[in-house]
């Protein structure tokens, strides 16, 4: 028999009734957890990638401190940069910084495409070893950064607020944006294919930064990169959830891209988003923010999430998640709060 947990995880993609819809959160392994901490502490942060004895154990850490339904693979949208040459690293307690950023036609040229995904396979192999180490418990989730946020990443060479030279080079030299965007999305597309045939069982394409770009904009250099990329993954059998930050304005063609499923930004009003997607898988969407309020008030508000997804679906097409990804100084009481209102019926039905 499946776990519970998996079995709830799956349900939400294949639209089977549930008890209620699973939970797993956005960067769930990460800089808030202390076993996290010891880990880098001791090694970089592409060695934790590199090794799959090392990604798994910071995968399983917030399985076994939380009830999630659903594991994440430990990596980073920003594997695809480094494997094209791009030279990307992280600083102790910084942001990314590349070493070769993308400004010219002459700098993509340089990008090394051949052979990427034999550079990637460390990425599938942490799937799998991460898929033998829950022997069927969890869902597994695989990901990869959408063209748009890859191609900001790629052209501005660190993070910024408003990713303004990415931005400009759309509109200077849109054929050299969209050929960069169609060499990152190919990239992801093989990447993503991958992990699937490794284990995961969705995929989610992270869009963090497509909120800063107007509805044409979106749809003009990011919707058909984007379609390819879900109907390619369709056909193997991969779902795909899409996330993009900030999409309350892009929310009318998110629908365009063929993805299974929408992760929503906080700002984003469930019933709304529902009534436009009846059928689609919704995530999200509590504030990640709100972590830091006292307990009773993350689980009321957790709360009022589970009566939208019961009132809409009957908690059907539905995954619990934060509408961002957690934040690096969370409370664990935060969390254990949030997690506590989502399973608050299990333990009075079993106790
Ligand atoms: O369990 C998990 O969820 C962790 C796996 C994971 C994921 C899904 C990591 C590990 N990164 C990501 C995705 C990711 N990486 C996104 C999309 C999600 C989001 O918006 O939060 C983005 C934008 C990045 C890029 C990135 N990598 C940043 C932000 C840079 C910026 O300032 O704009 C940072 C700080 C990283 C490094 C990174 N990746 C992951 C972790 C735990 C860390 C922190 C590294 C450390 O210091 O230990």
Same mark, same amino acid.
């Given at each position: 028999?499946?776990?519970?947990?998996?079995?709830?995880?799956?349900?939400?993609?294949?639209?089977?009734?549930?008890?209620?819809?699973?939970?797993?959160?956005?960067?769930?392994?990460?800089?808030?957890?202390?076993?996290?901490?010891?880990?880098?502490?001791?090694?970089?942060?592409?060695?934790?990638?590199?090794?799959?004895?090392?990604?798994?154990?910071?995968?399983?850490?917030?399985?076994? +401190?939380?009830?999630?339904?659903?594991?994440?693979?430990?990596?980073?949208?920003?594997?695809?940069?480094?494997?094209?040459?791009?030279?990307?690293?992280?600083?102790?307690?910084?942001?990314?910084?590349?070493? &070769?950023?993308?400004?010219?036609?002459?700098?993509?040229?340089?990008?090394?495409?051949?052979?990427?995904?034999?550079?990637?396979?460390?990425?599938?192999?942490?799937?799998?070893?991460?898929?033998?180490?829950?022997?069927?418990?969890?869902?597994?989730?695989?990901?990869?950064?959408?063209?748009?946020?890859?191609?900001?990443?790629?052209?501005?060479?660190?993070?910024?607020?408003?990713? +303004?030279?990415?931005?400009?080079?759309?509109?200077?030299?849109? &054929?050299?944006?969209?050929?960069?965007?169609?060499?990152?999305?190919?990239?992801?597309?093989?990447?993503?294919?991958?992990?699937? &045939?490794?284990?995961?069982?969705?995929?989610?394409?992270?869009?963090?930064?497509?909120?800063?770009?107007?509805?044409?904009?979106?749809?003009?250099?990011?919707?058909?990169?984007?379609? +390819?990329?879900?109907?390619?993954?369709?056909?193997?059998?991969?779902?795909?959830?899409?996330?993009?930050?900030?999409?309350?304005?892009?929310?009318?063609?998110?629908?365009?891209?063929?993805?299974?499923?929408?992760?929503?930004?906080?700002?984003?009003?469930? +019933?709304?988003?529902?009534?436009?997607?009846?059928?689609?898988?919704?995530?999200?969407?509590?504030?990640?923010?709100?972590?830091?309020?006292?307990?009773?008030?993350?689980?009321?508000?957790?709360?009022?999430?589970?009566?939208?997804?019961?009132?809409?679906?009957?908690?059907?097409?539905?995954?619990?998640?934060?509408?961002?990804?957690?934040?690096?100084?969370?409370?664990?009481?935060?969390?254990?709060?949030?997690?506590?209102?989502?399973?608050?019926?299990?333990?009075?039905?079993?106790?």
């Amino acid at each position: 028999m499946t776990d519970p947990r998996r079995h709830r995880f799956l349900s939400a993609f294949n639209g089977s009734p549930v008890d209620r819809p699973p939970l797993w959160l956005m960067r769930q392994a990460g800089r808030y957890l202390p076993g996290y901490r010891e880990v880098r502490a001791k090694h970089g942060f592409w060695d934790v990638c590199l090794n799959p004895e090392l990604s798994t154990h910071v995968a399983l850490e917030p399985l076994n +401190r939380f009830p999630l339904d659903a594991a994440i693979v430990f990596s980073d949208i920003l594997v695809i940069p480094q494997a094209l040459g791009l030279d990307v690293t992280f600083g102790t307690g910084e942001g990314p910084q590349f070493g &070769k950023p993308m400004r010219t036609a002459s700098d993509l040229n340089a990008w090394n495409t051949k052979g990427i995904a034999e550079r990637l396979k460390y990425v599938p192999q942490a799937v799998s070893h991460l898929k033998n180490r829950l022997n069927g418990s969890h869902g597994i989730l695989g990901f990869a950064g959408a063209p748009f946020t890859l191609f900001a990443y790629s052209v501005e060479g660190q993070g910024s607020d408003d990713f +303004r030279h990415a931005r400009v080079l759309m509109h200077t030299d849109k &054929k050299l944006a969209l050929k960069a965007m169609q060499t990152l999305a190919d990239a992801a597309t093989e990447l993503l294919l991958e992990e699937a &045939k490794a284990g995961a069982d969705v995929v989610q394409l992270f869009d963090t930064w497509g909120g800063l770009l107007t509805l044409s904009e979106y749809q003009e250099f990011c919707v058909p990169a984007l379609q +390819r990329m879900c109907q390619t993954l369709s056909k193997a059998n991969a779902p795909t959830l899409l996330f993009v930050k900030g999409a309350t304005h892009l929310l009318p063609v998110l629908g365009e891209t063929g993805a299974t499923g929408f992760s929503l930004d906080w700002r984003i009003d469930w +019933r709304d988003a529902r009534r436009r997607y009846p059928t689609h898988v919704l995530q999200g969407n509590i504030d990640p923010v709100l972590l830091f309020a006292p307990p009773d008030i993350v689980s009321n508000q957790t709360k009022l999430l589970l009566q939208a997804t019961a009132e809409t679906t009957s908690h059907k097409h539905s995954v619990l998640n934060l509408g961002h990804g957690i934040l690096p100084k969370t409370p664990l009481e935060g969390v254990d709060a949030l997690c506590n209102a989502v399973t608050a019926g299990e333990a009075a039905a079993h106790g």
